[in-house]
C-alpha cells in the first residue's frame, strides 16, 4: 500500500498578515515515485488533458519519508506546525466536474501568481538542506 501526503501549514507574520495558510508541494519531480497507472485509479482510461493534469499534481504529493524529513526540518527549524492529508494508493484523483481530488482544478504548481496569491519558494532559502526541492502556495485572504 502506497502513502502520499499533501502538507499543509501556516507561516506567521508573512507579508504583513498574521497568519498565512500554506499548501507545500514538491517541485520539479520528474519521474513519479511509481508508475501513474498504479497511483491514480483509472488512469489508463483518462482523456489525455486529465492524465496529464493528474501526473502533476501526483508528482507535487510527498512519499513518507519526504514528508517526515519536511515536517521535521520546519518543526525543528523554523517552529512551524506542519499538517497532512494522506491519499493511499490508487488515488481517484479526479472529481466530478473534472476537479482534481486534492480540492483543486488544477495542480498548485500550475496557479498563477497575483497581488493575493502566490509561491513561498521555500527551497530557494539560504537554510534549505533537504535533498528535494518544496514551495508552497499560498492566498492572502481579502480584508472585508
Known amino acids: 500500500m502506497r502513502k502520499f501526503y499533501s502538507p499543509y501549514g501556516s507561516l506567521r507574520l508573512f507579508e504583513g498578515h498574521q497568519s498565512v495558510a500554506l499548501h507545500y508541494f514538491v517541485v520539479d519531480r520528474k519521474e513519479p515515485v511509481a ?84 509561491f513561498f519558494r521555500l527551497s530557494e532559502q539560504i537554510d534549505w538542506k533537504l535533498p528535494f526541492r518544496v514551495w508552497g502556495f499560498y492566498t492572502i485572504p481579502q480584508s472585508r
Do not use: C, W
Not at 60 to 80: D, K, P, S, V, W
Open 35 to 118: 508508475p501513474y497507472n498504479e497511483i491514480v485509479l483509472g488512469y489508463d482510461h483518462l482523456p489525455e488533458e486529465q492524465k496529464a493534469l493528474s501526473e502533476v499534481a501526483i508528482r507535487e504529493l510527498f512519499t513518507e519519508g519526504e514528508f517526515i524529513a519536511f515536517r521535521n526540518y520546519m518543526e525543528q527549524g523554523h517552529g512551524e506546525d506542519i499538517r497532512t492529508g494522506m491519499l493511499i494508493a490508487p488515488v481517484n484523483i479526479l472529481k466530478p466536474g473534472n476537479e482534481l481530488g486534492l480540492g483543486l482544478t488544477r495542480p498548485f504548481s500550475q496557479h498563477e501568481e497575483s497581488g493575493a496569491s502566490g
